[in-house]
């Protein structure tokens, strides 16, 4: 099993590396394979930037990845759409990190979580993938692949964000002028904050510790949408802020 990770983690190394997509070469074997996968592109690229984390419901079971080298990138951003396999957009809820917790054994409970994360911000997380036939792709493979993650754009700052009334945020996506949503609400978890905790405990648990400096989102508000090479992208909360690119 240890071959079969360390062959999926040069290919997808490779794929980064040059711009080519690869094709699954094998089945994974279990959640602990997609990490231990994740794990590797990640040390062979440098200390991780923060994490990804998302819940189809609020009581589903998350699925995180890590957010790599390089990933975090203030708005206004600019990226090469002509280089890009695809463009995906997600409006999200993000955090800044601003403790360290060290990796340990014992459950990081929710007041130690709360009391390492600062400021939340309007993100923007950009999504490309490095396999191809993504539509087609096995799921666990897709999250080995980070879950297809390019990079998060960190937009506003907002700093009373417990105080916040979740359900009721009002968030809009606008491409090239046009509005393509406009919306209450969205994010399938509900509540960022349930999966905002359970991504500090499993980092801490399962993948090294958390540091301050990194950061943490939390799932699309607006879906994920593609656009073309060539489009600008604003993403907004209603009285929050609001985050931009353009490819």
Partial sequence: MSQ???YAVQT???ARRSGRQMAPPFALQDRDAVYAVQDGVARATGPVAG???GARTPIADPNPAPLLAGALVPSPARFDGKAMHMIGVEVEISFHIVRD???RASVVEREEALAAVGD???GMEIVD???ADFKNADPDWLLADNQMNHALV???RVRDWKALDWPTLQVRLVIDGQTVVDQQGGLGAVDPVRPLIWMIDHAVRRRGGIR???AITTGSWTGLLYFPAGSHARGEFLGLGAVEASF
Wanted: glycine share 8%; aromatic share 8%; no cysteine.
């Fill in 51 to 53: 994490w990804k984390v």
């Fill in 129 to 131: 993938t490095r396999l």
């Fill in 154 to 156: 960190m937009g506003d």
């Fill in 12 to 14: 997808l190394l490779e």
């Fill in 101 to 103: 917790i060290p990796a």
């Fill in 120 to 122: 939340a911000f309007v």
């Fill in 4 to 6: 079969d990770i360390s």
């Fill in 212 to 214: 301050a400096g990194q």
